[in-house]
């Protein structure tokens, strides 16, 4: 009788939501008793049995020394129990808070030898009280801020209530204005839908900040910024207390502010860009004469015909010709505004084999092979002069970059459809030493070069993403081979279709 006892008094503690402990009173308050329904925290008897799981592992670490301080002081007193709230850390990681009533046993002697608890989750307890005194604050807050508008509506957004001193406040409205009338109408036509949406939300949720503008009384929008909370009245029916205050000042801050944050960003931007544009090409410009130079003195101590020299004469030309049209782009760069707006229709077809045409003689070393596989002989799209400057980059380093004799670049265009939108795409796919995974997208970046040796008489890939994204182009680099970079690349631009 006594066993099936027991097991009833087992079995009714497993459904309740109590959980009982006994601890030994000796080092680390191992559990001598768990009841099962631990389980309600995501451990096992088993964990508490074999010592996987000890006290000071379950109590939140913030509330450890008050928790174990209060024992050892009713420990030393006469009280039989007391009672304690601290959080714990569920096995899943989750905190919950716990009521937990301990009584203190005794031998004979008067030494105690274990502490029996039962442990009540009061989490939801707690977060009611949390909230409970969030309003509470609310609440005091309103009567600090009288000046505010303060307002009571039902869930058809009509105005039940404002406060007294209504005509004091941002709307310029007596009572008799607005109780009874809609609250949607005096909202900004651009602003409804967002309050609209808002004010579901408040419902479904039971708190909400919207910031929108209010049509005051002498036909002025004003900023507001709106904090509500819902509430239930005496019927039970569900209504929304909302505190309106006129943030018009701020916004205007704010977006002055914005505007002088976003000048000095575009200042700064096009003063690294003018740097970048000079230190990357003057120097390979110069370099370039000088290589030229190099080559002529060789040349002549072993050709005798000066008419076999004019290749190089040439040369030299045409670098300080480039050299001509860079500071003639800078200068065009330095009124970049003007520059954003100055694009018209421009064939990228002929740009390509212009570009082409001026960097083929850089490596003569080398043979090149340029072929093509267009879907029209001629593409237009919006840009200006300096996309030659950028489709000649892309191509030196095609060829720069290059350690077979022969490089091969071909040059596809298709149109596509992306996200709706129609595209040109373009690739130049070469037979390069490649771009590892990790530099793809650095080479984008500003500063960035991909050998300390690289030369190249091109803008740098970083400037040349800056004039494409002008163009609302957008460029982006493959490997030829999927998986395999050291095949070479495929260089990726997305030009806007236009219409012809």
């Known amino acids: 009788m006594t066993e099936k ?25 191992p559990v001598e008793f768990v009841s099962k329904n631990v389980n309600q925290f995501g451990y096992t008897q088993d964990d508490f049995y074999s010592g996987k799981v000890i006290y000071e592992q379950i109590v939140h ?55 029996q608890g039962i442990v009540l989750d009061i989490t939801q307890r707690k977060y009611l009280e949390e909230n409970l005194k969030k309003s509470e604050e609310k609440y005091r807050l309103i009567s600090e801020n009288a000046n505010d508008l303060i307002s009571v509506f039902d869930e058809k957004f009509n105005f039940e209530y404002v406060n007294e001193n209504i005509h004091k406040s941002l709307m310029g409205y007596n009572k008799e204005d607005l109780i009874g009338k809609n609250g949607i109408i005096l909202i900004h036509p651009d602003d409804q839908n967002l309050v609209l949406q808002s004010f579901k939300e408040l419902i479904n949720t039971g708190e909400g900040l919207v910031i929108a503008r ?59 860009f003018y740097k970048d544009l000079f230190t990357h090409d003057i120097k390979n410009i110069l370099q370039g004469v000088l290589s030229a130079l190099e080559l002529f003195k060789l040349k002549m101590k072993s050709m005798n015909e000066e008419i076999k020299n004019q290749d190089l004469f040439n040369d030299i030309e045409n670098q300080i010709s480039r050299g001509s049209n860079l500071i003639k782009n800078v200068r065009k760069f330095s009124e970049f505004d003007k520059f954003n707006k100055k694009l018209g229709k421009v064939d990228l077809i002929k740009t390509i084999e212009n570009a082409f045409e001026n960097v083929k003689h850089y490596r003569k070393e080398k043979k090149i092979n340029v072929t093509y596989d267009l879907f029209s002989e001629s593409t237009i799209i919006y840009a200006n002069n300096l996309l030659n400057d950028a489709v000649e980059n892309i191509l030196l380093n095609a060829i720069i970059h290059n350690e077979n004799t022969i490089v091969e670049i071909l040059i596809r265009t298709t149109a596509i459809k992306k996200d709706h939108d129609a595209f040109i795409k373009i690739e130049f796919i070469d037979n390069g030493r490649g771009i590892p995974k990790y530099k793809k997208e650095l080479i984008f970046e500003r500063g960035f070069n991909q050998e300390k040796e690289t030369t190249g008489m091109g803008l740098g890939l970083s ?25 070479g690349s495929n260089f990726i631009i997305l030009f806007p279709e236009v219409s012809v």
């Open 5 to 29: 006892i027991e097991r009833d008094l087992e079995g009714i503690i497993n459904k309740s939501p109590a959980v009982v402990f006994l601890w030994r009173n000796s080092e680390g308050w």
């Open 61 to 115: 670490p913030d509330d450890l020394e008050r928790v174990a301080e209060e024992v050892i002081n009713n420990s030393n007193s006469d009280v039989s129990n007391f009672v304690q709230e601290y959080r714990i850390i569920t096995k899943s990681g989750d905190i919950k808070w716990l009521d937990d009533r301990t009584w203190i046993r005794r031998d004979s002697k008067g030494n105690i030898t274990h502490f």
């Open 214 to 272: 209010i049509r005051h009384k002498n036909g002025k929008y004003v900023w507001t910024e709106t904090k509500g909370k819902t509430f239930y009245d005496t019927m039970g029916k569900r209504k929304m207390l909302l505190i309106t205050r006129d943030i018009t000042e701020r916004k205007q801050s704010t977006q002055k502010l914005m505007e002088s944050e976003e000048k000095y960003r575009i200042a700064y931007e096009h003063e690294n």
């Open 463 to 487: 400037l040349v993403k800056i004039i494409l994204k002008v163009y609302k182009a957008k460029i982006c680099v493959e490997d030829k081979i999927p998986g395999d970079y050291t095949k």
